[in-house]
């Protein structure tokens, strides 16, 4: 094989110091920090030496043995493999492992299935749903008409609401899926609902893909026509996507299959990243091993774990629980708008956490109500039910201290008010001596030993 050595230095660190500096830096926040944001988690080193290949260098416009340019045979491969790795995976005929990531992946569904104009259902933003599924400031609420469903206050989706609205509104589309939900999706009786108004059903598994791989959350492959996921959250891959069409999907369209590639490729992308391909076929051989189940199963015991005594300390949540690998905190008991500050003060204690709206927020999603945590990454990094208690009363003493004194403005002073206090959260005693527990913690799991920037 040549030797590449002779052109180019072998590492960051030898080629570009600032670089490498904040690379190393990056490392070094991770390892001494617990990252709960649910959407986050922790690849193997197979799956970040996948990611930096040399597949980072290829074109290949199209699809394996349907390419627009020579050199493809071992993309091929590589695409092949993942294809058929998902396919394995979820059980079903037909994966498409290009799209860029989530929101394209989501995209190339509305425009495989929907004109311009259509009407979709999908739950509404501040409930918990994402951008995509039809929020005001997004492509799919400005090119199509958005009815958004709601969760009841217990925190479970609507229902009724949501066979109300689709008789009235005969969307072609219906969402199931979220950012911030957390309880087990009704995929079935949305499913059905889509049968009754004739609507496609989409199901966005995004933020559980993981968790219906480990069989550890019902699958919505008998009751969707289309499922779009990304790989890097619960599922442990690198940032992507997949598109899968359901056999059920096939009887309804014979052609949706083929429609959802050419939404992708021509219709949305160019060239796919082969070396996020790559990566993706050895997330998903990771996510086909019994070890996976286990992982995945253990996520959800931590959740519960965590959730219970956070409870337990007078820490109010959303639903009163969770049924997946995230909890939601109803910061409302200390008043509106409680969440910026919570999150700063995590953040301080090396938590890092996410503000994030609950149902019927009585205030906005810039300063939201509550919090959004979660487990995927801790349980990677070895983590189980002892460590949550530990954690999960960090965290009570920390909304606990931090909630009851900062109250937001009613004015427009607010972003003014959040800094003038930003170093009396970070220098608070409790956050303080929450921080050095963390760090004590962490320093007993640690995270890529071997990496060298
Ligand atoms: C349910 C759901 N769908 C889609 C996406 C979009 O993914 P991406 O951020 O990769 O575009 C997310 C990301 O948070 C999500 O939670």
């Not at 649910?38 to 416009?61: H, I, Q, R, W």
């Not at 965290?395 to 003014?416: F, M």
Request: hydrophobic share 40%; proline share 6%.
């Amino acid at each position: 094989m040549a030797d590449l050595t002779k052109f180019f230095n072998s590492s960051v660190k030898q080629t570009d110091p600032e670089v490498s500096t904040i690379i190393r830096n990056e490392i070094k926040r991770m390892a001494e920090g617990l990252e709960m944001i649910p959407s986050e988690n922790v690849v193997s080193l197979a799956v970040l030496n996948a990611l930096g290949s040399v597949f980072t260098n290829k074109y290949s416009e199209g699809y394996p043995h349907k390419r627009y340019y020579g050199g493809n045979e071992n993309v091929d491969a590589v695409e092949t493999i993942a294809i058929e790795r998902a396919k394995k995976l979820f059980g079903v005929p037909h994966a498409n492992v290009q799209p860029y990531s989530g929101s394209p992946a989501n995209l190339a569904v509305y425009f495989a299935v929907c004109e311009p104009g259509d009407t979709v259902m999908g739950l509404n933003l501040p409930d918990g749903g994402h951008l995509t599924h039809g929020w005001k400031v997004n492509f799919s609420a400005k090119y199509y008409k958005s009815v958004p469903y709601h969760v009841k206050p217990d925190g479970y989706i609507d229902l009724d609401e949501v066979r109300k609205l689709a008789h009235e509104h005969k969307p072609k589309l219906i969402w199931c899926g979220a950012t911030a939900y957390v309880r087990e999706f009704p995929f079935k009786e949305l499913g059905e609902i889509a049968d009754e108004v004739n609507a496609y059903f989409a199901a966005d598994i995004a933020h559980i893909a993981g968790l219906i791989a480990g069989n550890a959350h019902v699958s919505p492959v008998p009751y969707a026509h289309v499922i779009t996921t990304t790989t890097h959250k619960t599922l442990r891959g690198p940032r992507g996507a997949m598109i899968m069409t359901t056999q059920k999907g096939l009887s309804k369209d014979p052609q949706l299959a083929e429609k959802i590639d050419r939404a992708i490729f021509p219709g949305l992308q160019g060239g796919p990243h082969d070396h996020q391909t790559a990566a993706i076929a050895v997330t998903l051989g990771e996510a086909l091993k019994p070890e996976f189940a286990v992982y995945a199963k253990q996520i959800v015991a931590n959740n519960k774990a965590l959730g219970k005594t956070m409870m337990e300390n007078e820490v109010k949540l959303v639903s009163n629980g969770s049924d997946n690998h995230m909890q939601l905190i109803d910061l409302t008991p200390f008043g509106k708008g409680k969440g910026v500050f919570v999150q700063e003060a995590l953040d301080a204690a090396h938590i890092t956490v996410n503000k994030n709206t609950i149902p019927a927020d009585p205030s906005s999603p810039f300063y939201p109500s509550g919090i959004r945590l979660g487990t995927p990454a801790i349980t990677t990094r070895g983590m189980k039910e002892n460590e949550m208690e530990l954690i999960g009363k960090w965290i009570a003493e920390i909304v606990n201290e931090i909630a009851p004194k900062y109250n937001l403005p009613e004015d427009k002073t607010k972003s003014e008010y959040v800094a003038s206090v930003q170093s009396e959260i970070k220098n608070n005693a409790v956050v303080q001596r929450v921080k050095s527990e963390v760090m004590k913690l962490c320093e007993k799991f640690p995270l890529y030993t071997t990496l060298d920037y």
